[in-house]
């Protein structure tokens, strides 16, 4: 398996733009979960998704972030409109589900920077 | 809830020395522990896990952690460090039994020193 895919990998927008991140989980697992990485605030959980319905969104900043699973193997994290404060690398990252796989595999990152 | 405490930041440490970076976690109910290394500009990657059985785990590159329920530790041990384990170390938890996000500390940046 390719492991979980996030496109793309680096997104440079102004303020105020639409920007939407990807993510296609390994094939066969049954939850995701989106994390963002900064500096001052380490590793976020933003949202988790469990057999594609939203579980936990209690870590989504505002309304301006939103996220969808249509399916088993690709979901979509949407922030509009972008403000340079969201400026950070987002994880997307996907597993098996009980005791079996409790851990959970990430994606390479994608680095947004909002100008 | 859970949560987790990396105690250092940074830990600098020769190369071929033994190196501990520690991490305390406070839960009410059981959990499973891991530790995840992150390299520059890349993800996390899983170097261990503890989820039941054996307190000592061992994992990928010749690290093992200790669970210490009583002192609530996962402590990340190697006897000898390289250079190429230059890199960013969490520690993280998770409820037991059914799947559920993690939980990260902060982090600690290892550097190996020539």
């Known amino acids: 398996d390719a492991g979980v895919i996030q496109s793309p990998r680096h997104e440079v927008t102004e303020m105020g733009q639409e920007v939407t991140l990807r993510c296609k989980p390994i094939?066969?697992?049954?939850?995701l979960f989106w994390y963002r990485q900064t500096m001052m605030r380490g590793l976020e959980l933003l949202i988790y998704?469990?057999?594609?319905?939203?579980?936990?969104d209690s870590g989504m900043p505002e309304d301006r972030f939103s996220a969808k699973m249509p399916n088993a193997s690709f979901s979509t994290l949407k922030i509009q409109p972008s403000e340079p404060r969201d400026s950070a690398v987002y994880f997307c990252?996907?597993?098996?589900?009980?005791?079996?796989?409790?851990?959970?595999?990430f994606g390479q990152g994608t680095r947004l920077t909002v100008v | 809830a859970q949560s987790v405490t990396q105690l250092d930041s940074q830990v600098p440490v020769f190369e071929e020395a033994p190196v501990e970076l520690r991490c305390n976690y406070s839960?009410?109910?059981?959990?499973?522990l891991f530790w995840y290394v992150q390299y520059p500009n890349q993800g996390l990657q899983l170097l261990l896990k503890?989820?039941?059985?054996?307190?000592l785990v061992k994992g990928i590159n010749g690290f093992e952690a200790e669970f210490n329920k009583s002192q609530t530790s996962f402590h990340l041990r190697k006897p000898s460090v390289h250079i190429s384990d230059t890199a960013e170390y969490f520690c993280?938890?998770?409820?037991?039994?059914?799947?559920?996000?993690?939980?990260f500390g902060s982090g600690t940046q290892l550097t190996v020193l020539p």
């Open positions: 993280a938890v998770t409820r037991s039994g059914s799947a559920r996000q993690l939980t």
């Open positions: 839960s009410s109910v059981s959990v499973y």
């Open positions: 998704f469990n057999n594609n319905v939203p579980i936990d």
């Open positions: 503890y989820l039941s059985g054996s307190t």
């Open positions: 990252a996907s597993s098996l589900g009980g005791s079996r796989g409790a851990e959970a595999f």
């Open positions: 094939s066969g697992h049954n939850s």
